[in-house]
């Protein structure tokens, strides 16, 4: 952040002898910071029976999504914002396998800047922007682009209606690259409630439509009560019982840790959370409840997070700002050749408020290209994918082929809620309809184990509000 630029400078071997890590928080490179988030893929295994939920395939594939990234443009996130754009193909790769194609899109970009409760700080409060970027979609000045946001619809004739000119991901990473003249107390969580709130961004949000938020970011949310005082005083001066003005503010008044009677003494915590109660920092709960209630089921909102890293234990290590030893200093979680990042407590219960649809991912890592590929294939599954991407046990070897182990239901599906179990048989030459079979589809399932997909041979229609899921055995 623009005043906390020594905290920035705070060098990683000092991190690393304070928190006694060898790597980026306990994040193996190229993997997602809790794997086991990704409800849809790490199901848990059911009632000691075996079997582990590898697909689940709504009646009628969703075919039109809204996505909104919401892009830390600090200081400090140029490389990040160059590697966000450089492998936002990663994505598009994932959706171009939706059934029927490339989905029915709506894509915007915001900033985590909202202002600093009108105190004129350097790229967030401003004369002429008192609420900095306050939640508006930006299009960075791309060319090209008639709309805030990019627009790209099947027709019915196979063709696309673009309001955009060129290709999808030359024009997303024209206008994600924001810069790094933006607020230093990053606000992402408020930006993305001011951008999905009523009235706000015409057009963009679709009643119908799936929706999805990406947040990028090196430092954890900073969303600031309305009134608060958590800046200063908008009247004139910023001097203030809080403490220097530093993104340490955001940690002492924003998290709350297990151990934590000082927050302000240096030394290891654990069990960093949200703070409850602070009278200057937004508590997490109210955002998840506003994103969660744009949607009638929960299955429809997709979360994805690139931001810093959280070990198990939620350790937070607190030591002296290197401008000055007198003052602490959250230090780093990580580090990649793209920059170092500090631990998101907030951003990480915040993304935990979605188990149904998450994908969270360690912004240090030098490429996001699995980062990308990662919340692409969630968003795949919430459009409805008949992908197996589990490595099945196969029953007989001895045999030609593979013979699973699986139990398919089918379920109605109200408000989120399954109800009306009905068992699949699996198909036998002339059997009954419905039933289920597995086949090869590389097209769709380009990353699946053995390209596999489930298929469902009916003699008529499924209702519209049911739903298949696929429980199987699956290798270890």
């Known amino acids: 952040m623009q005043t906390d630029r020594t905290i920035r400078n705070v060098t990683w071997a000092a991190a690393l002898a304070l928190v006694g890590l060898a790597a980026c928080g306990d994040d193996p490179p190229n993997q997602p910071i809790d794997a086991g988030q990704d409800a849809a893929i790490d199901a848990a295994i059911d009632a000691g029976d075996g079997l582990s939920t590898v697909t689940t395939l709504p009646a009628t594939v969703k075919r039109d999504l809204d996505l909104l990234f919401v892009v830390d443009n600090s200081g400090s996130m140029l490389e990040e914002q160059a590697s966000l754009a450089a492998n936002f193909p990663g994505l598009v790769n994932v959706l171009n ?10 894509l915007g970009v915001v900033s985590t800047n909202v202002g600093s409760g009108g105190v004129n700080i350097g790229g967030c409060s401003t004369p002429a922007q008192p609420a900095g970027d306050d939640g508006d979609l930006l299009t960075n000045g791309c060319a090209g682009l008639t709309a805030p946001y990019l627009e790209d619809l099947a027709n019915p004739d196979g063709t696309r209606a673009r309001n955009y000119t060129g290709d999808l991901s030359s024009q997303f990473s024209c206008m994600a690259q924001l810069g790094t003249a933006g607020c230093g107390f990053e606000q992402p969580l408020e930006s993305m409630r001011r951008a999905l709130s009523p009235g706000k961004n015409p057009g963009f949000l679709r009643p119908n439509a799936l929706l999805g938020v990406i947040i990028i970011s090196d430092e954890d949310d900073c969303s600031a009560l309305p009134g608060g005082g958590l800046f200063g005083d908008p009247n004139g001066t910023i001097t203030s019982p809080l403490g220097p003005l530093t993104s340490f503010r955001c940690f002492e008044f924003g998290v709350q840790c297990d ?73 780093p979680s990580c580090q990649s050749a793209s920059g170092t990042a500090y631990p998101a407590f907030r951003l990480r219960s915040f993304f935990e408020g979605f188990p149904e649809r998450v994908a969270l991912n360690t912004i240090c890592n030098d490429n996001l290209f699995d980062a990308m590929t990662v919340i692409g294939e969630q968003l795949l599954r919430a459009h409805g994918s008949r992908c197996i991407d589990a490595d099945l046990v196969d029953t007989d070897p001895a045999s030609a082929g593979l013979q699973p182990r699986c139990e398919v239901t089918e379920y109605t599906v109200t408000s989120g809620v399954r109800s009306n179990p009905v068992v699949i048989p699996s198909c036998v030459s002339g059997g009954p309809q419905p039933c289920w079979r597995l086949e090869a589809d590389a097209a769709t399932c380009p990353r699946a184990v053995a390209n596999q997909a489930l298929a469902i041979d009916r003699a008529t229609p499924a209702a519209a509000d049911s739903e298949v899921e696929a429980r199987c055995e699956v290798r270890p």
């Open 97 to 106: 396998t939706v059934t029927g194609g490339l989905a029915n899109l709506h």
């Open 259 to 331: 151990d934590d009677p000082a927050p302000r003494m240096f030394g290891t915590r654990t069990g960093c959370v949200p703070r409850t109660g602070s009278p200057h920092v937004e508590a997490v709960a109210p955002y998840i409840a506003f994103l969660r209630g744009l949607k009638a089921d929960p299955r429809d909102v997709v979360v994805g997070g690139i931001v810093g890293s959280t070990d198990e234990q939620r350790t937070a290590v607190v030591g002296a700002d290197v401008g000055d030893a007198t003052r602490p200093a959250l230090l």
